[in-house]
C-alpha cells in the first residue's frame, strides 16, 4: 500500500506521514502541491491520496476532480485533510467525489477512523 | 499670452481691416480664437486632472477606510487568534514532556540498579537470597518498563499532534501578510496623490487565493454560521446529504 501525502506545510505532511506509520503504513510519498502531485499519480502505483485543500498552484480540489477525470485514477481514493470548514465547501469536495473529508485540527483517532472506514467501503 | 501680443495683434487686426484686406483679417482672428480655444482647452485639462485625482484620493480613502474598519480588527483578532494557539500547542508540549521526564528518568533509574545486580550475579557475586529478590524485581521491571513506555509513546504521539499548529498558524498569518501589503499599497498611493516622494509599489509576496476562506477563526469567520466547528459537524452534514 503507496500513500501520496500532499500538503504545502511541510509540519502538516511530517505529522500526517508519522500518523500512518504509527497505524501501519510505511510506504508513503510526500508532495507539496497539487500541481507536483499530479504526475506523481499519473506515473501510477500510487493506493491512496491524502490531501490538503489550500495550495498556491492546484488546489486539492482540483487535484481531486483532475484524478477523478483520468479514467487510470477514477477509482483512487482520496481523504481531504483541511483547515477549510464552510459547509459549501464540504458539500463541493463530496459531489466532486471525495472519499473522506478531515478538518484540522484533528485527532490521531480520527485520522485513524477515517481512513479505516474508507477501506472497509472499498472491501466491502 | 501676453499683453505685448494682444496688442500687436489687435494693431495688425486694424490694419488688416483700415486696408480692406479681407483675408488678413480672417486669419488674424482665426489666430486670436485659436489662442483662447488652447488656452481653454489647457484650463479644461488641469481641472480634469484636479478632478481625477481628487476621485482617486476619495477612492482610495474609501479603501483605506473599508481596511481601517473591517479588516484591521480582522487581522488583529486573528494574530491573537495565532498567539493563543502558539501558546495552548507550547503548553501541550511541555506537559507531555513534563509528565514523560519522570517516566523516563525512573524507568532510567531501575535498569541502573537491576544492571548492577544482575552483574554481580554475572560476577558470582550474588547470594541466593538476593538473587530470589532480583528475579521478582526484574519482573516487576518489565511490567514497569512496558506501562512507562506506553505512556512514553502516547506522550510522544500528543507532542506529534501539538505541532499541527503550525500548519493552521501560518495559513491564517499569510492573510494577515496579504492585508497588511494591501494596506501598504493603498498609503504608497495615498502619498504619491499628494504629492510626496515615495519608493514607489512594493515587491509583491505570495498572494493568498482569495476564494478560499481558510482556517476559521472564531469570531471573526464563523459570523454567518455556515462553518463546521467539529469533525462530528463535518461528518453529520455528510451523512445528512447521503455521502
Redesign the interface.
Known amino acids: 500500500m503507496k500513500i501520496l501525502v500532499v500538503?504545502d506545510?511541510s509540519?502538516?505532511r511530517?505529522?500526517v506521514k508519522?500518523?500512518l506509520r504509527?497505524l501501519g503504513f510505511t510506504n508513503t510519498v510526500e508532495a507539496d502541491d497539487g500541481k507536483t502531485a499530479l504526475p506523481i499519480l499519473e506515473k501510477g502505483g500510487i493506493d491512496f491520496l491524502v490531501t490538503d485543500?489550500?495550495m498556491?498552484g492546484m488546489?486539492g480540489i482540483d487535484l481531486l476532480k483532475a484524478v477523478r477525470a483520468n479514467p487510470d485514477l477514477a477509482n483512487l481514493p482520496v481523504l481531504m485533510v483541511t483547515?477549510?470548514?464552510?459547509?459549501?465547501?464540504?458539500?463541493m469536495a463530496?459531489q466532486a467525489g471525495v472519499n473522506g473529508?478531515?478538518?484540522?485540527?484533528?485527532?490521531?483517532a480520527?485520522l485513524k477512523e477515517k481512513i479505516e472506514k474508507i477501506f472497509e467501503r472499498i472491501d466491502g | 499670452m501676453s499683453q505685448e501680443t494682444r496688442l500687436a495683434l489687435a494693431k495688425d487686426l486694424v490694419k488688416a481691416l483700415e486696408d480692406d484686406n479681407e483675408t488678413k483679417a480672417d486669419e488674424i482672428l482665426d489666430e486670436i480664437a485659436g489662442l483662447r480655444e488652447s488656452q481653454l482647452f489647457q484650463e479644461i485639462g488641469k481641472l480634469t486632472r484636479q478632478l481625477h485625482d481628487t476621485l482617486g484620493s476619495f477612492e482610495i480613502d474609501a479603501k483605506v477606510a473599508k481596511l481601517t474598519e473591517n479588516d484591521i480588527p480582522d487581522a488583529k483578532d486573528r494574530l491573537q487568534y495565532v498567539m493563543t494557539m502558539t501558546e495552548e500547542a507550547a503548553d501541550k508540549t511541555l506537559t507531555a514532556v513534563e509528565r514523560l521526564l519522570p517516566v523516563s528518568e525512573q524507568l532510567t533509574q531501575q535498569t541502573e540498579e537491576l544492571a548492577l545486580q544482575w552483574g554481580r550475579f554475572l560476577d558470582k557475586e550474588l547470594p541466593y537470597e538476593e538473587f530470589r529478590v532480583m528475579s521478582k524485581q526484574i519482573t516487576q521491571h518489565f511490567m514497569h518498563a512496558q506501562k512507562g513506555l506506553s505512556q512514553i509513546q502516547s506522550g510522544l504521539?500528543e507532542i506529534?499532534?501539538a505541532?499541527?499548529?503550525?500548519?493552521?498558524t501560518?495559513?491564517i498569518i499569510r492573510r494577515v501578510i496579504d492585508l497588511v501589503q494591501d494596506l501598504e499599497l493603498s498609503m504608497v498611493d495615498l502619498i504619491r496623490l499628494s504629492g510626496g516622494k515615495s519608493k514607489g509599489k512594493p515587491a509583491g509576496t505570495?498572494t493568498?487565493?482569495e476564494k478560499?476562506?481558510?482556517?476559521?477563526v472564531p469570531g471573526v469567520d464563523d459570523k454567518k454560521g455556515?462553518?463546521?466547528?467539529?469533525?462530528d459537524?463535518?461528518d453529520d452534514?455528510?451523512s445528512s446529504?447521503g455521502?
Open positions: 500538503d506545510f509540519t502538516m511530517r505529522i508519522n500518523l504509527d485543500w489550500n498556491p488546489t483547515a477549510e470548514a464552510k459547509r459549501e465547501q464540504i458539500i463530496a473529508y478531515v478538518i484540522k485540527p484533528f485527532t490521531a480520527t | 504521539n506529534l499532534m505541532q499541527g499548529f503550525q500548519d493552521l501560518g495559513q505570495e493568498v487565493d478560499l476562506p481558510g482556517p476559521a455556515d462553518v463546521a466547528h467539529s469533525q459537524d463535518v452534514l455528510l446529504l455521502f
